[in-house]
C-alpha cells in the first residue's frame, strides 16, 4: 500500500492541551459503521 499524501497528527499535535482516551472497546463496532457508511456515502447529515 502506498504511503499516505498526508501527514497523520496527533491529539495534542491538532488540540495541545487536550487530554485523548481510546481505543474504547465498547465503540468499537458503532466507529467502524460510522467508517463504513462515510465511505459509502450513506452518512447522515443534518
Known sequence: MPAAPVRALSVPEVAP???AEG???????EVRE???RCH???AHRG
Open 23 to 29: 481505543p474504547v472497546p465498547e465503540l468499537v463496532d
Open 34 to 36: 460510522l467508517h463504513r
Open 17 to 19: 492541551g487536550v487530554t
Open 40 to 42: 459509502t456515502g450513506r
